[in-house]
């Protein structure tokens, strides 16, 4: 074999299959490390005590962190020079920072909510349009899962930037339901009667107690409102229940419901 090829062989190409194996062996165990590192970090004991989010967030931050120093180990191994290594990351950088305006934002947004802690993990939650059951609160958007079983990813920008009402923030809430009587019903009777419906459902909490008032003097009914508290898991299976169970009460004991009555007169004499 002649001299140059054994030279080239021996002090380039092995030099270099040997660079890319070891920075090939560093890739697969630093971000195994980073992983493992990332995972064992959100269980610890230094963070038991933390949000979820939070330790979600730090634990991601991490990862990260340990994965650039992997890349950057690599690059070191394959011996490319500092200025093209500087050069290249200074285009990357201006490059991702352009592409990923809106997912900046979205990260801001994230660690905003983490902080404040509008909501968390298993609240439902109302913020426009969107509703539902929060799952997971990410760096770059949040998941919630609507009331008909859709998982919905949104954007932490849009949560961030929305009136975000929280239904599971407080121990209990408030079911109201608006009824029509005839102005010649007996309203003590109702009251009765709907005290009694709201005692007979089990999921109906006996404190705050529940209420029955007039709350209107419609056109052609008297407006009767029922208020009752719940649990807040309990709210739907209470609001549909109880609908139902007004009105069997109402029509065992004769209680009317008004309809709007339009009066027709036809006058039939001639000119």
């Not at 008909?148 to 599971?168: C, E, F, I, K, R």
């Not at 109201?176 to 009777?189: K, M, P, Q, S």
């Not at 229940?241 to 065992?252: I, P, T």
């Amino acid at each position: 074999m002649p001299e140059f090829i054994t030279t080239f062989i021996n002090e380039y190409l092995v030099n270099y299959v040997l660079k890319i194996l070891l920075a090939i062996l560093v890739l697969i165990i630093g971000f195994a490390v980073a992983k493992w590192l990332g995972g064992r970090l959100t269980k610890s004991k230094l963070l038991a005590k933390a949000d979820p989010n939070t330790q979600n967030l730090i634990g991601n931050i991490v990862k990260t962190a340990v994965r650039v120093v992997v890349i950057l180990t690599i690059v070191m191994i394959l011996g490319v020079p500092q200025s093209a290594v500087i050069a290249v990351l200074g285009s990357c950088g201006l490059a991702i920072g352009l592409a990923l305006q809106g997912g900046l934002s979205n990260i801001a947004a994230g660690i905003v909510i983490m902080i404040c802690k509008p909501f968390h993990v298993g609240d439902f939650i109302i913020a426009g349009d969107i509703c539902g059951v929060v799952q997971e609160i990410g760096l770059f958007y949040t998941k919630i899962l609507s009331p008909d079983n859709l998982g919905v990813t949104v954007p932490n920008s849009t949560l961030s930037g929305a009136t975000v009402t929280n239904l599971s923030s407080e121990e209990t809430r408030r079911v109201d339901f608006d009824l029509n009587v005839n102005y010649n019903t007996d309203i003590e009777l109702v009251r009765k009667v709907l005290l009694a419906v709201a005692q007979s459902n089990n999921l109906v909490l006996k404190d705050p107690a529940s209420e029955v008032f007039v709350h209107q003097h419609g056109q052609y009914a008297l407006g009767i409102k029922l208020r009752v508290w719940v649990k807040p898991a309990d709210y739907w299976t209470v609001y549909f229940d109880m609908w139902e169970d007004v009105k069997v009460a109402f029509d065992k004991f004769g209680i009317q419901i008004p309809y709007q009555v339009i009066n027709v007169n036809v006058d039939n004499t001639g000119d």
